[in-house]
């Protein structure tokens, strides 16, 4: 089938049928199929990607689950991909499905994912590169949740049209947030869990000290609480508007190519992938990764 009908199929065919072509992209990612289904999504791209990171047990997957029911209000259809740390030992998920979202499973609506990040802790799976692809042709708005340990921010700024941190109150994250230049990434800063008090004030009062004192433009700063609603409406308004104002569909080639590749094939990769790319100009993203990898890996020594 032509990879055009494949993916006006799956628009009809609701969420069991994305979650299979998700299995078939991660069973074969390099399949002809696969690499046709993925460009065709790539060039009908219209969903806009929210990227929410921070450390583990921030409190994410609950902020998601508001964000989530404030596009459901606006009528908006929404994927959430949450990228779970995993074990380098198993490539199990750490602490097994950490996705804990309060979704109505009936509604077809929204559609969850959890992957695992397999060779490191934190960042993006390899998966989730294509998922977010065929995301952003099937669903108005896609989330994708992140556990933020250091470089995988950097990675969820080219994935993403727009990128929310969320830090916990108390933790110290902010000193090592600043230390890292983590805080230049991210397009709005939430602190969560106002509902904790003083802690949580505090940790709002700092980051916005801090941030004032930085260099260029700061990103605004939101002190919520998910559980109990403080201050979500002023945050969802941000977001909406934030997420209509992003650029819309995806540059051409998308900015996620090189840290595919560099995650792959390293730095001398990259550098070949650069050259590479020249060439072939005309290639959608998953073409041109297709067509890399199998003349990069024809000069590897067998693993
Ligand atoms: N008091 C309070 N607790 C919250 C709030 N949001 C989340 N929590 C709690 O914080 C814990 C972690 O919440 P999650 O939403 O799973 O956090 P997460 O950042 O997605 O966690 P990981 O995916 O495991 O990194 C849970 O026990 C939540 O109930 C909040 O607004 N207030
Ligand atoms: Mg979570």
Redesign the pocket.
């Known amino acids: 089938m032509p990879a055009r009908s494949r993916l006006d199929e799956l628009r009809q065919a609701g969420k069991p049928a994305f979650a299979r072509a998700l299995a078939e992209i991660e069973a074969a990612p390099w399949a002809p199929a696969t690499v046709a289904l993925l460009d065709a999504a790539h060039a009908a791209s219209y969903g806009r990607v929210l990227g929410v990171t921070?450390p583990?047990?921030?409190?994410?997957?609950?902020?998601i689950s508001a964000i989530v029911q404030g596009f459901r209000a606006d009528g908006l259809r929404v994927a959430v991909i949450?990228v779970d740390p995993s074990s380098p030992k198993s490539g199990g998920a750490l602490?097994g499905d950490?996705?804990?979202f309060a979704f109505d499973p009936e509604d077809d609506g929204i559609f969850v994912r959890s992957m695992a990040a397999r060779d490191r802790l934190g960042g993006v799976a390899e998966l989730t590169w294509p998922a977010v692809a065929l995301a952003r042709a099937l669903y108005d708005r896609v989330v994708v949740?992140t556990?933020g340990v250091g470089q995988s921010e950097t990675e969820i700024r080219d994935l993403a049209d727009r990128v929310l941190l969320?830090v916990q109150p108390a933790s110290g994250d902010m000193l090592q947030f600043m230390k890292a230049g983590i805080l230049e990434i991210p397009d709005l800063v939430v602190v969560?869990?106002?509902?904790?008090g003083p802690p949580a004030e505090r940790a709002f009062r700092e980051l916005q000290a801090a941030l004032a004192h930085s260099a260029g433009s700061a990103p605004p700063v939101h002190l919520v609480?998910?559980?109990?609603g403080q201050g979500m409406a002023e945050l969802f308004a941000l977001v909406r508007r934030l997420l209509a104002s992003a650029d819309g569909p995806p540059e051409h080639p998308p900015r996620w190519l090189e840290h595919w590749v560099r995650e792959r094939y390293g730095r001398i990769g990259c550098a070949c992938f650069r050259t590479f790319r020249q060439r072939f100009p005309d290639d959608g993203p998953f073409t041109l990764l297709a067509r890399f990898a199998r003349c990069f890996e024809a000069v590897l020594p067998p693993r």
């Open positions: 921070g583990p047990g921030a409190g994410k997957s609950t902020l949450a602490l950490r996705a804990r949740e556990v969320l969560g869990k106002a509902d904790l609480s998910a559980l109990e």
